[in-house]
């Protein structure tokens, strides 16, 4: 918990753990209902925890907005909280095992009345989960908003935010705590493995998760880029060698999701989230229709046909995809000419100047594939929230789906024109390097030097307390409240995966004609690691936890990439004078064979998906333990309840 900072709340002395910003204009009456119903009783309908306004005094003139809110809980709440959201904590015997209150003496590290037993982070995420569960009683509209309907079962946090009277509410960040993470984690160059169980413990798993991941890929990298760099170095010229390197890529692409998965599940069981039940989706806040009956839950909610969201989709959305896909194809054809027209004026007068010119076009086409994929994602966000999701994870799903196939094609397109239509390989390593070493700098200015820019021309006196939070000198809170509430929301991992998912096509798909790929990647991502982790610790508002047991539907777009550079490598091989020579009379054998070989090597991936476990052997050991375990206490409490009758 935070030292030193503390509210009181009907002389209830508490930690703030999570801030509250409503409208400056909100309505008094408001106010107060949304005060009383966080503080009053759960039986009552309530959320039963500790809340206080925040006060600023006005600053140049500017009046302040008098409409912030702390909130706090007590231990017993919290530790009850951790039960209902089903927190997987250390059992005594070393397994991940469910919380329960009534078993609290049986877990590791519940001390005394269990100070110290959550972390902050998880407090957060239980009061985050408490605030989200606060529903509308009898009250048809909130106090002050006629216009603002409420109806029985209703999600209040949701309904103030999508009307815009709740502007934001954030985990407050804890000082200590992030100043040992950032020492441990990036103020300190060395080359040694990120502290993932303290970024799970501050940050949560979702993002401990994506770092562990970047970590993994990054390592894995390593021997590509070994390799790679001799081979650049000596046997670049003789093109029939590429085979040797694309037969190790197809190899390396394979095995480097498999174990991963392991990986994932060795951590989320360290975690406590790989056997933890997924949560029931409520709503998004966005989501909107005719109010009807939810037949799963028994309470009144927005509903919206399905067909009309279907309609949405292929009548609008798919469209629009196509038509952007056709503008990537038209920008791509435009990318040729300037080519050729670059090439031709290195032909008629070579020297240093043409010769710098030959790569002009790849640099101006790599900058409008960076501008082209930013307005799609904008563009495609409109549209999914347009299509109406109901839920969360649909409306990622979607989300997800839409940018990745227009990525994939604007980033990628060209890179298989030349390689299979003309059948150059000379400007396919050309195009590659340029576009991965262009994309790369404008990924770091945009995500590294950009964001510290922006922060140091704040004013003076925010520039100030940003050098308190990050000194030694202890930040008053309500200083560090009015600090992070200005400071940049953290929209998730999204983009992160999304760079990612892009660099790992570029090693995958065609790094057997550039093997400096790898190299690059890795610099790129040694980098991405101090960048990110600077921005998380001092950028952005602290997130809240998220449990996850898994990157999600990441692992499936990685998945499905890996088959394609399967093909792709296949086919680059097929194209190699040294395999074309072997068929020097027949182009249908030389195909058929190929197309062979492909699906042997298909086949052998999701052999070897299968013969790998996704699981480790002594984590399923232990996760079928619990399992026996769970239904021998079933067993016992059926034979009590029937020897008390």
């Not at 262009?438 to 140091?456: D, G, H, R």
């Not at 020579?581 to 090597?601: D, K």
Request: net charge negative; with cysteine.
């Amino acid at each position: 918990m935070q030292s030193g900072l503390s509210f009181f709340d009907s002389d209830v002395s508490f930690t703030p753990l999570v801030v509250l910003e409503l409208a400056a204009d909100t309505k008094t009456e408001a106010t107060a209902w949304l005060l009383n119903r966080i503080r009053g009783k759960q039986q009552n309908g309530g959320a039963e925890l500790l809340m206080e306004q925040v006060l600023f005094p006005a600053q140049d003139g500017q009046k302040p907005n008098p409409n912030i809110l702390v909130v706090g809980s007590t231990l017993q709440r919290l530790l009850n909280g951790a039960e209902d959201v089903g927190l997987f904590k250390e059992f005594q015997d070393g397994t991940m095992r469910g919380f329960t209150y009534a078993n609290r003496e049986s877990f590791k590290d519940f001390e005394g009345d269990g100070e110290g037993f959550l972390s902050v982070a998880e407090c957060q995420y239980i009061v985050k989960h408490e605030l989200d569960t606060l529903r509308a009683k009898n009250e048809d509209h909130v106090p002050g908003y006629p216009k603002l309907k409420l109806y029985p079962g209703k999600s209040v946090m949701r309904r103030l935010q999508s009307k815009g009277v709740l502007i934001q509410y954030f985990p407050l960040h804890e000082k200590e705590d992030l100043k040992r993470l950032s020492f441990s984690w990036y103020k300190q160059i060395k080359l040694s493995f990120q502290p993932l169980d303290d970024i799970r413990r501050y940050f949560g798993e979702g993002l401990a998760l994506y770092f562990g991941f970047l970590e993994y890929f990054t390592f894995a990298l390593v021997p590509m880029a070994v390799i790679g760099i001799p081979y650049y170095l000596f046997d670049w010229e003789d093109y029939d060698k590429y085979v040797l390197f694309a037969v190790f890529n197809l190899v390396w692409s394979t095995v480097f999701l498999e174990v991963w998965k392991r990986c994932s599940a060795t951590l989320a069981y360290r975690w406590g989230t790989l056997c933890r039940k997924k949560a029931f989706e409520e709503p998004r806040p966005g989501f909107h229709g005719e109010l009807g009956f939810n037949p799963v839950t028994g309470r009144e909610e927005p509903v919206y046909p399905s067909s009309k969201r279907q309609l949405r989709i292929y009548l609008v959305s798919v469209p629009f995809v196509l038509l952007c896909l056709y503008l990537s194809f038209y920008v791509m054809m435009i990318y040729f000419d300037m080519e050729t027209w670059a090439i031709s004026i290195y032909n008629d007068s070579p020297n240093i100047l043409t010769g710098i010119l030959l790569f002009v076009p790849s640099i101006i086409y790599a900058v409008v594939i960076e501008i082209m994929n930013l307005l799609y994602r904008h563009a495609a966000e409109f549209l999914t929230h347009w299509e109406n999701h109901r839920l969360e994870s649909s409306f990622q799903n979607h989300l997800v789906l839409k940018v990745l196939v227009f990525n994939f094609v604007n980033c990628f397109a060209s890179l298989f024109y030349i390689a299979f239509v003309m059948q150059d390989m000379v400007l396919l390593r050309q195009s590659l390097a340029t576009l991965l070493i262009t994309s790369q700098i404008l990924n770091q200015v945009m995500e590294a030097f950009l964001p510290y820019w922006l922060q140091k021309r704040r004013n003076k006196k925010v520039n100030k307390r940003m050098r308190k939070l990050m000194g030694d000198k202890e930040l008053p809170l309500l200083e560090q409240v009015q600090l992070e509430t200005d400071m940049n929301t953290y929209l998730g991992t999204f983009d992160d995966y999304l760079e990612q998912f892009l660099l790992f096509g570029y090693v995958s798909l065609f790094s057997c004609v550039y093997p400096l790929a790898a190299v690059l990647v890795v610099l790129n991502n040694v980098t991405e690691v101090y960048s990110d982790a600077f921005k998380m610790c001092h950028v952005f508002k602290r997130p809240f936890s998220e449990p996850a047991a898994n990157i999600g539907v990441w692992q499936l777009a990685f998945e499905t990439m890996s088959i394609i550079a399967v093909v792709t490598n296949c086919a680059l091989i097929g194209l190699s004078p040294q395999v074309q020579a072997y068929f020097p009379e027949s182009e249908t054998q030389l195909i058929f064979t190929i197309v062979a070989i492909e699906h042997v090597l298909l086949a052998f991936k999701f052999i070897l998906a299968f013969v790998i476990p996704d699981v480790p052997k002594h984590i399923q050991i232990q996760l079928a333990k619990l399992d026996f375990e769970s239904l021998e206490a079933l067993k016992k409490r059926k034979i009590l309840e029937a020897a008390e009758t």
